[in-house]
């Protein structure tokens, strides 16, 4: 089983649109949760962590569900510029700074 | 953006020559990491440093090895590189702190592409 496991998508949205999507991750001992954001043929960049609390960062929400052990990502009013693969990063077992990545949710949005 | 570079940015190579791919950080940071990325594959990680000349494997470390003799870069090369070596290879940089989860993002280079025919 895949330590982070994503729906790749893709999810077509129209400008102005909410989207959200989720990933799931194996390790019930994970301390630390990551949202990056990946644009074709680039580097990952960090998005947003992801706090037990749930967070905000302007149109970009992030939610936690320990209990069912997945991650969530929603994205409000969502711009032409939003367009990317979201990458899902969760710290791996037992080691706090190897991060394991999921695949990705690519998401394009539409004039 | 964090002070990472990559050298070189694309390479075709033959199959059986050695590749050492460079990655050089500014920000004095303690852990550097090797990925590579594959359609279908999120990262993986080769090899990663946690200091000078400390290394250890990653999940898919067959047929790669590092070397890190200074804070600021770190090396990795493909002793006889095949094809199934062809990726994208990212370098990342993260300095954890002392709480579990604190600080630990990791911030990458801008990839170097490799084509092994």
């Known amino acids: 089983r895949k330590e982070v496991e994503q729906d790749p998508g893709p999810f077509n949205v129209p400008e102005g649109a909410t989207v959200a999507f989720n990933c799931t991750y194996s390790n019930s001992a994970s301390q630390s949760f990551f949202w990056y954001r990946q644009d074709c043929r680039k580097e990952p960049k960090l998005l947003m962590s992801v706090y037990s609390s749930g967070n905000e960062d302007g149109r970009f929400t992030a939610q936690l569900n320990r209990a069912s052990q997945y991650i969530s990502l929603l994205i409000r009013d969502s711009k032409l510029s939003d367009s990317a693969t979201y990458l899902c990063v969760v710290n791996m077992e037992n080691h706090d700074y190897k991060l394991s990545f999921g695949a990705g949710t690519t998401v394009t949005v539409r004039a | 953006d964090a002070g990472i570079t990559q050298s070189p940015r694309h390479k075709v190579t033959e199959t059986g020559t050695p590749v050492t791919l460079r990655c050089h950080q500014t920000?004095?940071?303690?852990?550097m990491y090797w990925y590579r990325q594959d359609p279908g594959h999120g990262l993986r990680l080769i090899h990663y440093?946690?200091?000078?000349?400390?290394?250890d494997k990653g999940e898919v470390s067959d047929g790669y090895s590092v070397s890190r003799s200074k804070t600021e870069d770190f090396l990795l090369t493909l002793e006889s590189a095949t094809s199934s070596q062809t990726s994208v290879y990212f370098c990342?940089?993260?300095?954890?702190?002392?709480?579990?989860?604190?600080?630990?993002?990791?911030?990458f280079g801008p990839g170097t592409r490799l084509t092994v025919l």
């Open positions: 920000e004095n940071h303690r852990y």
């Open positions: 440093s946690y200091g000078v000349k400390d290394t």
């Open positions: 990342a940089i993260s300095a954890p702190g002392g709480t579990p989860g604190q600080y630990n993002e990791q911030f």
